[in-house]
């Protein structure tokens, strides 16, 4: 089987979701079914990326989307090197350009970025040759997040459209909000976010939600509950006066799940803050809780991205339909 | 050489007595000798003849805010190629930013502005001094003797003095010697680590914004603190359909309250920063298209007294950053005019109010004699064509710098000749 059925894919960059169409989203999600399949099999390496190499560039601390990049350029075949800002040059006050340009001379494929700066995977993709994909700049986005919470709902509930999300937390400052935001917008959910209105943004209702301050009114029959993270140093009396507070009002236990549908699916991004915006019983319930299948998704949505930005189309990998 | 020069075959505009008239202007020395239909019986013996071509003659434009780089920061601006690109854009007068590196807060720092400018300035430059020492915002600085030196004005550049009781001192005391506060005035904990205005676009960003109200509420205090204190205070830069209301409330009231703007906030709006562009990361921030309204309507009805450049010179380091982290600012001296002269093109501000608020509003802010096509007046002229369209390019700026949010902007209208002390320190070729 050849390309007779690869579709196009005209991106060089994942920078955000807003530059998707909802049918190349469908064709991402799908390519990501593929992967799944394949991780699940005792051989997992694949040549679609050999002789490619692939930079992890990170400026901010993160285990699990390194890992899941650095994992899914590998088992496509592509040579990985990470960076991580800790012992760079950039601690000796090199520009994030300056960076871009030295590693972009040495002829990367791709490079993945995180970033504390909104903003800074559209800079570094106006000076490099390869393909840049964000994986989270500032409050701004974070696309594969997005693409592998879909992912995640889709296989368990089969489609995207017509569902209800409600996005909970600490909507002021998250990046996976405001992609997932735009990405169930596009495939045809109703999105909705529920926060104190001190950590919702301006104007956020323009983006196209419902907005929700308390979370009996913002869960009422949702299908999906996703949780969002809150550092603890918000909680101190900047954003929320208290732990428990929060907790009390707009922390996810069993309570207030019960005004969401009866199987709805529980999410967090992760790191979890057990206690903090999610009870462990909830956290841990086995048949609602889908955050271990979001991390096992992650994998295979970051191969499908690299595969579909690096060869500029979506085919199907032809030895997994095999297998 | 003759020092007698006839400016012939004019329409002559002058917001001081309203005058929009064919005519000439003969200068003898630095001064205006004569204003009107002078030569209508023949050219005068032993002068030196300039043909208008029936292009505009005004008064130089005088700018109430630019920062020139010096001392301290000569690799963003010099005072020589900032008043290079100061005569390219027709302005005859340059306030001087104190915010330089060191600060203007003493004597002899406003008698090196003055005398650097002498040496290598090719339009005027006077010097503005600083509130406070340091522009800590906590100890006045010697309003009285920096006047002496030569300080037109009192400013801590872009930062406000935070503390209510230093500033109803520092009005307080300058109202003794009739000195003018120019103030920026942003609540810093309402900016917070904002970056661009609050709104829909910072949220969809990710970028963190900057509530009209931190302007909004800085302002409102300085104009109580004026009624108590009496004093003459200028808001340097308003942005927001707010302040204008509240600059508008207080000129009602008979306060001795004006205020600037620069162009950029009635020609942009906050959708210029697009995807991150950090030329269009300035302070106050670009605000919305309410705002930039509301900013025009203050400039039509005269709640806005001055334009100002705000010129901030910035080198691409300062730049090229996140947007987060990019520097503040947009060069202005060479784009002040031609976008000012966009107003007029749209019917919202006629020519002679325009340029009022360019030569006239500002004269008048500041006690100077220029601003005005007036016997004895300095011979300060701006001779420019409203009419012919071009496009602004960045890169052919007499500044250092290039950071101008218009570049490749199609215009109307370019200055022809700019004359200051009755010599030619710039002329357009073509």
């Avoid at chain 2, 064919?22 to 009107?36: Q, W, Y």
Wanted: glycine fraction near 8%; charge should be negative.
């Amino acid at each position: 089987m050849t390309s007779a059925d690869a579709k196009p894919f005209p991106h060089r960059h994942l920078l955000g979701i807003e530059h998707l169409s909802a049918d190349e989203i469908s064709a991402l999600l799908d390519l990501s079914d593929a992967y799944v399949e394949l991780n699940r099999r005792p051989e997992k390496k694949l040549n679609r990326l050999r002789g490619r190499t692939l930079i992890n560039l990170f400026f901010e601390t993160s285990t699990r989307t390194k890992t899941s990049f650095e994992l899914a350029g590998k088992r496509l075949g592509a040579d990985v090197i990470n960076m991580s800002v800790e012992g760079s040059a950039i601690k000796k006050g090199e520009t994030l350009i300056d960076t871009a340009m030295t590693l972009n001379a040495m002829q990367p494929d791709a490079m993945v970025i995180r970033h504390p700066d909104s903003g800074a995977a559209d800079l570094l993709s106006q000076k490099v040759n390869g393909s840049v994909i964000n994986a989270g700049d500032g409050s701004h986005a974070h696309p594969t997040q997005a693409l592998l919470d879909a992912v995640t709902i889709r296989r368990r509930l089969g489609h995207l459209e017509g569902l209800t999300v409600a996005i909970c937390g600490d909507i002021l400052h998250s990046r996976v909000a405001r992609s997932n935001i735009q990405l169930f917008g596009k495939m045809g959910a109703l999105v909705r976010v529920v926060a104190p209105p001190t950590l919702l943004p301006a104007s956020i209702e323009r983006l196209g939600v419902e907005v929700h301050n308390d979370m009996v009114a913002g869960l009422k029959d949702a299908d999906i509950v996703m949780m969002l993270r809150l550092q603890t140093e918000r909680m101190k009396g900047a954003f929320v006066p208290s732990i428990r507070e929060y907790f009390r009002y707009y922390g996810l236990d069993r309570e207030k799940l019960a005004h969401a549908k009866p199987d709805a699916l529980i999410m967090h991004p992760g790191p979890m803050n057990r206690g903090v915006e999610i009870d462990t019983e909830v956290a841990d319930d086995i048949n609602r809780s889908v955050i271990r299948e979001q991390v096992e998704m992650g994998v295979a949505v970051r191969m499908a991205c690299l595969d579909a930005l690096v060869h500029q189309k979506l085919e199907q990998p032809t030895d997994v339909a095999a297998a | 050489m003759s020092d007698r020069i006839a400016y012939i075959n004019a329409r002559l505009l002058d917001p001081a007595t309203g005058t929009d008239s064919p005519g000439d202007v003969l200068t003898i020395g630095d001064e205006i000798a004569d204003v009107g239909a002078l030569f209508g019986a023949g050219l005068p013996e032993g002068s030196i003849v300039i043909d208008c071509g029936g292009h505009c003659l005004a008064p130089g434009l005088i700018d109430m805010m630019a920062t020139l780089g010096e001392p301290g920061r000569e690799h963003k601006e010099t005072i020589a190629t900032g008043t290079r690109a100061a005569a390219v854009g027709g302005v005859t007068t340059v306030i001087a930013s104190p915010d330089t590196r060191p600060i203007i807060d003493e004597i002899a720092l406003v008698e090196f502005v003055e005398r650097h400018a002498q040496a290598t300035g090719q339009v005027r430059v006077l010097p503005a001094a600083t509130i406070t020492k340091g522009m800590g915002g906590l100890e006045m600085t010697e309003f009285g003797l920096l006047m002496e030196a030569g300080a037109v004005l009192f400013t801590d550049g872009y930062k406000s003095i935070v503390n209510a009781q230093v500033m109803r001192r520092a009005l307080s005391y300058a109202s003794n010697f009739n000195a003018l506060i120019s103030h920026h005035t942003e609540v810093p904990e309402l900016v917070g680590d904002g970056v661009m205005n609050d709104g829909e676009t910072a949220t969809r960003l990710g970028l963190s914004g900057i509530p009209g109200i931190a302007e909004t509420i800085m302002l409102e205090r300085d104009i109580r603190i004026v009624e108590l204190t009496g004093g003459r205070y200028h808001a340097s830069s308003i942005s927001t359909a707010d302040s204008v209301a509240v600059v508008r409330r207080a000129k009602d009231k008979g306060l001795q309250v004006t205020c600037g703007v620069a162009p950029y906030h009635f020609a942009l709006n906050e959708n210029e920063v697009g995807h991150y562009r950090t030329f269009a990361k300035v302070s106050p921030p670009l605000r919305s298209e309410r705002d930039r309204e509301a900013i025009v309507e203050g400039l039509a009805d005269g709640t806005v007294d001055v334009i100002a450049s705000h010129h901030r010179p910035e080198d691409p380091e300062a730049k090229r950053l996140p947007f987060a982290q990019a520097a503040y600012g947009a060069v202005g001296l060479e784009t002040l005019w031609p976008i000012s002269l966009e107003l007029y093109h749209k019917g919202q501000v006629s020519l002679l109010d325009l340029l009022a608020r360019l030569t006239l509003g500002p004269a008048t802010i500041l006690g100077l004699p220029q601003g005005r096509l007036a016997r004895g007046a300095p011979a300060d002229l701006l001779i420019f064509d409203a009419d012919t369209p071009s496009r602004i390019d960045a890169a052919t700026f007499q500044s250092k710098s290039k950071n101008s949010p218009f570049d490749q902007r199609p215009v109307q209208g370019r200055v022809m000749r700019t004359v200051v002390s009755g010599a030619t320190v710039y002329e357009q070729r073509s």
